[in-house]
Antibody, heavy 115, light 112 residues
């Protein structure tokens, strides 16, 4: 069974950074791209970027360049997204997802930016 | 960026009736390999989005045949026949043909 288990919700100060994890199981982690998606409160969905663990290649939505950094640890089948210089605009739920003809999504991580 | 315009914004449907959602793209979604990477998702309250339809008209495993995707080029439709209580939520179209990948703004389905 494919499963994407994300880390817990975060409360962070403005200006700080946060790193979210997404542990994959049930499939060959390196063979499939991992996508990251943002959902702002009461809003729709935005694609942040994608990483291909096998070759450590990343692709970002221009809007999130400089904000999000995607990495992957092949030894632990875990993908990471770091968000930097956080502001209230970054308060949202963040999902990791294995997209394709067979889709799987993590449960989401709520990041709240507040002093 | 490709803009996906979903209509209506919200939909109130009687149980057992049909619902129809439109997704219109600002550019053709036919990729260079001939495929059209248009998907439909349902996000139920408090849950992650779940895939209903991929490549315009293919139902994901386990999705009831009440859900029918159709369309081509720039115009796409999701029809839900015989709406059931578990169908409530927000429906999104999504395109993976062009970079950046984009979602529609969503259609909220409510049960009358």
């Amino acid at each position: 069974e494919v499963k994407l288990q994300q880390s817990g919700d975060e409360l962070v100060r403005p200006g700080a950074s946060v790193k979210i994890s997404c542990k994959a199981s049930g499939y060959t982690f390196t063979n499939y791209a991992m996508y990251w998606v943002k959902q702002s409160p009461g809003q729709g969905l935005e694609w942040i970027g994608t990483i291909i663990p096998l070759i450590d290649t990343t692709s970002y939505n221009q809007k999130f360049k400089g904000k999000a950094t995607l990495t992957a640890d092949k030894s632990s089948n875990t993908a990471y997204m770091e968000l930097s210089r956080l502001t209230s605009e970054d308060s949202a739920v963040y999902y990791c997802a294995k997209l394709g003809a067979r889709d799987y999504w993590g449960q989401g991580v709520m990041v709240t930016v507040s002093s | 960026d490709v803009v996906l315009t979903q209509t209506p914004v919200s939909l109130s449907v009687t149980l057992g009736d049909q619902a129809s959602i439109s997704c219109r793209s600002s550019q053709s979604l036919v990729y260079s390999d001939g495929n059209t990477y248009l998907k439909w998702y349902l996000q139920k309250p408090g849950q992650s989005p779940q895939l209903l339809i991929y490549e315009v008209s293919n139902r994901f495993s386990g999705v009831p045949d009440r859900f029918i995707g159709s369309g081509s080029g720039t115009d796409f439709t999701l029809k839900i026949s015989r709406v059931e209580p578990e169908d409530l939520g927000v429906y999104y179209c999504f395109q993976a043909t062009h970079d950046p990948l984009t979602f529609g703004s969503g259609t909220k389905l409510e049960i009358k």
